[in-house]
């Protein structure tokens, strides 16, 4: 009875610790990929300081970003009413979210990963937008139960969705040109050349990068150095850096005390 009872103690503990550690250790991993795609994006601190006459109120929801970015296309754009000069910019970032997505299907290491898509060169959709079917999923057609799963399973990719919000911010930037652009264009129907080189660009003041190693780098726009308020455009961009490189630092170190503790404990 003894030996029995035993052996019972034995043989329980040992099945659910291996499929306990089995379950840790596959999340640890997927931790700790994620951990070192984010690290990625965190090599270098870029502080930018630019004057706009307008700030953007845009949130974003990720549902909402995919879906108006998706349709981007040169028939899509005239029929929005996109001014010219900015049209190339828009179908730019129609090519990265098709690029985005067709890196994570040729990725072996992606959870997208599709074996049965190969390599292609990316050039004949940025090329030619009507011809060139695309391969992400239609968020203007859910009819679909598939798509559905398809467009969900995408949103909850990290990858993607870092990509996706900087796209999101370039978008709501340029549709804030475009409504300038053409505000300015009726007002000054003669002036437009000079109206689309004034809006489509924009001025970056004063501009700080750090780097891990150390390395600083300072540039200043030569107009700076003629504007009205100088000194207090200045002001403002020393202090940007000061809190964003306090933020960057802080970021950095919890980031590295989680990979510590989980390295720890697994």
Not at 70 to 79: M, N, T, V
Not at 204 to 217: E, F, H, K, R
Request: net charge negative.
């Amino acid at each position: 009875m003894t030996n029995r009872n035993r052996q019972e103690h034995s043989d329980v503990p040992v099945s659910k610790t291996r499929g306990n550690n089995s379950g840790v250790n596959r999340n640890i991993n997927h931790f700790l990929q994620s951990l070192g795609d984010t690290l990625i994006d965190f090599t270098a601190l870029e502080v930018n300081t630019i004057v706009v006459d307008h700030i953007s109120g845009h949130k974003f929801i990720a549902w909402e970003a995919y879906r108006d970015i998706y349709p981007i296309s040169p028939g899509y754009l005239e029929q929005q009413g996109i001014h010219e000069s900015l049209r190339d910019r828009y179908l730019e970032l129609r090519t990265s979210l098709e690029r985005e997505y067709r890196g994570l299907l040729n990725d072996p290491t992606s959870e997208l990963h599709d074996p049965t898509v190969y390599e292609e060169d990316n050039s004949s959709f940025a090329n030619d937008f009507e011809r060139t079917p695309t391969r992400l999923p239609n968020p203007l057609d859910l009819k679909s139960p598939e798509t559905i799963v398809a467009i969900q399973r995408l949103l909850g990719n990290c990858r993607f969705l870092r990509g996706l919000r900087k796209l999101a911010e370039l978008k709501a930037a340029l549709d804030d040109r475009n409504q300038t652009v053409l505000r300015l264009v009726s007002q000054q129907p003669d002036q437009v050349e000079m109206i689309q080189r004034r809006i489509t660009t924009d001025t970056i003041c004063a501009q700080t990068v750090i780097q891990l190693d150390g390395d600083v780098i300072n540039r200043y726009d030569q107009s700076l150095f003629h504007h009205p308020q100088k000194e207090v455009i200045l002001q403002i961009h020393r202090e940007g850096v000061i809190a964003s490189e306090r933020q960057w630092r802080g970021l950095l170190e919890f980031i590295i005390g989680l990979i510590k503790a989980t390295l720890h404990k697994s």
